[in-house]
């Protein structure tokens, strides 16, 4: 059995006095049900954390570095993380691979960096609009998988985000997300590594909504959400919390 996770990437979004959204999120957290994440700025991590204490709430980073400490200004390391309180980040968002150039390599990097801290790496990929429509996303999700998933890793997950549904309300048909997460399990049980291909959540992101996630989570190979938008509202992800327990 696999474990269900719905989380929630609030990007760059959220001050203080959203942490009364993230309390009623909290709510959501139940001991058999799936893990409930969420990834806030990091100026709200700590803050997140202790808001999440004594609730099933997990609370998680958005980025890391690929040093533990240093001379990188404005960079977070993974062990400061785990010290505030996260116990997953995500690595390798196409916001970042697009705003900040991060490669595969960094990407597994930093993976490599937050399991050594202790802390749970969900790895983005996903193709662009344009390598859709030349016929190419098996082809880049591949490489992308093949590039920055270390075969060291014992704990992961890995969400596939499909660039052009991030934000835009358009989501692919349920085929074509069967079609690509059973292709990453597939490629996942090809590498030789120390995690199970079986094991290993594989999340859909992209315009995950109350309204078609019953849908979505009903797909073969899809076990959890990665969620933007609809993360910020204790009354959008509390209905896809509820259609991800509600799945078989
Ligand atoms: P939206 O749910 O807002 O489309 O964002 C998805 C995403 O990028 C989560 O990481």
Redesign the pocket.
Known sequence: MRRKLAAG?W?MNGTVEDLIELGQIAGLAAEDGPTVLICPPATLISRAADAARGTMLAIGGQDCHTAGSGAHTGDISALMLRDAGATHV?LG???RRADHGESDTLVSEKAVAAAAAGVAPII?VGETLAEREAGETLAVVGTQLAGSVPRSLTDLVI?Y?PVW????GKVPTMAQIAEVHGFIRAELGKMSAAFSAEATPILY????KPGNAAEIFAVADVDGA??????LKAADFGPIVAALEAAA
Not at 165 to 168: E, N, P, R, S
Not at 205 to 208: D, F, H, I, K
Not at 226 to 231: D, E, I, N, P
């Open positions: 990437n990007k995500i968002h196409s916001e983005c969400a985000e549904a991030i934000g835009t992101g992209g315009s995950v990665l969620v933007g938008g609809a993360s």
